[in-house]
Each structure stands twice: as structure tokens, then as C-alpha cells.
């Protein structure tokens, strides 16, 4: 109504001043002149999403086959805009429609019943005599049946086309795939952070327990560095449960502010530490390090590496039944370096606190997470048996080096 009205009175003005609602001839010409109007204003942004919604409301299009949001190229803006003119054209005639045949379907079904209708100038022709009364009624049956037909066909032909006009091109698609591709990638990284974080957790405070228990007469000072060990690996855990929380709830910067991530430079002593705590003997091998130590360390790679060692020892602990060796180190030229991280360990014993872990598998979610860490960085990491026992292999590249710094030499931890 909006573009006939506006219309109508510009065509008004062109026939002299007339009003053109007064006039079919002109109405048609106002109808006709707004349908380009319609489709200018078609190719609005918000013109699609309230077309999607109109489809899917309206005409019972499913969601899935409609596309979402603003049209992002001029083609899907003028499809839209076809369909928006098609849309309005189309409800604008079974309006009309509507509005004038009902109405007069009626007048027809009761012509035989009303001498005053009979009388009308509808009746005074020749449905007034003879067996006009009698045809009268199925003429307007028709009609209304007519009507109701204009409408059901208006509107599967509108559902019909939404899908061609109003359904995703591929540059929706792509971003379609690429939002799902980033919420999949969002929801494996925050499996990884619970499964690292949590995990670890468990199997140490396991394992620990389990120690202090069997040696809880005889030595009752490991059983309080157990006991710490296990404090402190629980407040640890909290706060790293507490960040991947925030991000589930926040988006991540309040929960990841609240407890950074550990990383292999400031971390791993204390990995070490509560691991040692279980009763596993733990030798770290750290070098020779990246050019001006540790600390220097991409921010990255220092937090994949602690995660991808954290899961080397926590197999260590669930699996393994022996010492375990730790080899961290930086190796290359100046031009590509790379993190080298070796985690060994001999298979399950059966002495104690060993023959009640489970067997040796090849992998289970934490090997596969720590290889999408590895692969994260361009790196690689594989895990199986070798000559001294399990062993778990990493390789990250970390860039070219510092030339002004010189390289750091190996320490043992």
C-alpha cells in the first residue's frame, strides 16, 4: 500500500490533477509504476532477513533452505529483490482480489432468496429472470472458490520460489562453513583445555593418594608431601577449570585473565614437582634451549609444549610402570629452529602401585588432542612403542632465531 499510494498520486498529478483511485485504469497504471519502485527498495540490506522470516512464517519455506542475514553481494541482494517485488506484486493483487470478490460471491449465492437483490441493478439484467436466480448461487460459489484458489496458488508459488531467490548463495555457504569451522575449532580447543587440565589433574591426585596410602605408616613424610602435592594440584586445576569456564560463559577474556595459562618456562618446574609426588621418578632433560632461555620462547609454542609434556606424563602415570625420562630441547639453524619434546617410558610392571593400571592402548583423546596441538603450529607428534618403552614424540617449529642472542645452554631438572 505504501508504493500504490505514493505512486497514485504521482500518476494523479501527471493526469491532470485527478484522483487516480477514482479510476481502474489509473490504479493499474499506479500498480504497475510501483512494482519497479518495490524493487529498488528491494536491494536494502534488511530486505532479506524480513523476506526469510515472511517465508518461513508465511508460506512454511524451512528454515534450512533460506539463507540468513543481509544479502553480501549485489546477486543475492537482487534476488532478493525479486522476490520482495514478486511478494508484494503478487499480495497486492489477491488483496485486491479479496477485498472485491467476496463480497459480491455473497450477493450472488443470496440473489434467489432477496426480491430486493432481484431488483438491483445486479439482478435487473438477465440473472434477475428466468433461471438467472438459479445460476446466481454456483456463480458466486465459483468465485469465492476462486478466490480461495488465487490465494493457495499465490502463495505456493511464493514458497516455491523463496528457496531459488531467498536461499544461500556460495558466499553464504562459505561463511557458513567457515562460522562452523570456527565454533568447531572453539569447542575442540576447549575440549583439549578440560581434557589437559582436568585429566592430568585426576590421574596425579590418583596416583598420589594411591602412594600416600601404602606408605602411610612407614613414612609419613612422603605422605604430607602427597598430601601437598595434592593441594597444590587441586587449586591448580581450579583455577585452569575456572578459565575454560569463562570462556564457555564470557567468550573467554575474564575467565583467561583470571588464570593464565601455564606454559613450559614458568611451569614446568611445578609439573615436575607434582608429578614426582606420585612416587614416579621424573629425569628432565631441557636443552640446549631456545637463543637467550626458556623465557624467550614463543608465548605459543611455551603453551602448547607444557600441555603436550603434561599429556606425555599423565600417560606416564596411567600407563606406565617405570621411570619416566623427559628430553625437551631446540634444535636447527638459524634460519628454522624446532622444539623437539620426547617423553619415554618403560611399559606397566607388576610391583607396586603398578599392577592395577590399565594396559598400554594406542591413544586415546589426550593423544589425539595433543596432536591437533602439535598440528596447530605446523608441527607433528607421534606416540607408540620403541626400544626403551613407550615413547611420545613431539616436533614444533618455532621460526628463525635471534641472531643477537646467544644460545642457551641444556640444564637438567
Do not use: K
Amino acid at each position: 500500500m505504501p508504493y500504490l499510494l505514493l505512486t497514485q498520486v504521482g500518476v494523479g498529478m501527471a493526469a491532470g490533477g485527478v484522483n487516480a483511485m477514482a479510476s481502474l485504469p489509473l490504479t493499474l497504471v499506479s500498480y504497475a509504476a510501483a512494482l519497479p519502485l518495490a524493487a529498488v527498495t528491494g536491494l536494502l540490506g534488511p530486505v532479506r532477513p524480513l523476506s526469510v522470516a515472511a517465508a518461513r512464517a508465511l508460506a512454511g519455506v524451512p528454515g534450512e533452505l533460506l539463507a540468513q542475514g543481509p544479502g553480501r553481494s549485489w546477486a543475492a541482494r537482487w534476488r532478493a529483490a525479486v522476490w520482495w517485488t514478486l511478494h508484494l506484486g503478487v499480495g497486492a493483487l489477491v488483496g485486491g482480489v479479496s477485498l472485491a470478490a467476496p463480497p459480491l460471491g455473497v450477493v450472488l449465492i443470496a440473489l434467489p432468496l432477496s426480491d430486493t437483490l432481484r431488483a438491483s441493478p445486479l439482478g435487473g439484467g438477465r440473472l434477475g429472470s428466468g433461471g438467472g436466480p438459479l445460476v446466481a448461487p454456483l456463480l458466486g460459489a465459483g468465485l469465492l472458490a476462486a478466490v480461495v484458489l488465487c490465494s493457495a496458488g499465490a502463495g505456493a508459488l511464493l514458497a516455491r520460489l523463496a528457496p531459488v531467490l531467498l536461499g544461500p548463495t556460495a558466499a553464504d555457504r562459505l561463511v557458513a562453513a567457515e562460522e562452523r569451522a570456527a565454533d568447531l575449532a572453539v569447542r575442540n580447543r576447549l575440549a583439549r583445555e578440560l581434557h589437559d587440565a582436568v585429566g592430568h589433574a585426576l590421574s596425579a591426585v590418583t596416583l598420589q593418594a594411591v602412594a600416600a596410602r601404602r606408605v602411610f605408616e612407614e613414612d609419613p613424610e612422603f605422605v604430607r608431601e602427597a598430601l601437598a602435592a595434592i593441594e597444590d594440584t587441586t587449586r591448580r586445576t581450579v583455577g585452569e577449570l575456572d578459565a575454560v569456564l569463562g570462556l564457555l560463559r564470557d567468550g573467554g577474556p575474564a575467565g583467561a585473565a583470571a588464570a593464565p595459562a601455564p606454559t613450559l618456562a614458568g611451569d614446568l618446574d611445578g609439573l615436575l614437582d607434582r608429578t614426582r609426588a606420585s612416587g614416579t621418578a621424573v629425569t628432565a632433560d631441557l636443552g640446549p634451549g631456545p637463543a637467550g632461555g626458556w623465557a624467550r620462547l614463543p608465548a605459543t609454542a611455551s603453551r602448547e609444549a607444557y600441555r603436550i609434556v603434561q599429556e606425555g606424563l599423565s600417560n606416564a602415570l596411567r600407563h606406565g610402570g617405570g621411570p619416566v625420562a623427559l628430553r625437551v630441547r631446540v634444535h636447527g639453524d638459524a634460519g628454522h629452529r624446532e622444539l623437539e619434546i620426547t617423553v619415554t617410558n618403560p611399559p606397566a610392571q607388576t610391583s607396586l602401585g603398578r599392577a592395577d593400571r590399565a594396559p598400554r592402548t594406542t591413544g586415546g583423546r589426550g593423544l589425539r588432542g595433543a596432536a591437533e596441538r602439535a598440528a596447530l603450529l605446523g608441527g607433528s607428534l607421534a606416540a607408540g612403542p620403541g626400544p626403551d618403552g613407550w615413547q611420545l614424540r613431539a616436533a614444533l617449529p618455532l621460526g628463525p632465531a635471534d641472531p643477537q642472542v646467544p644460545t642457551a645452554r641444556g640444564e637438567e631438572r
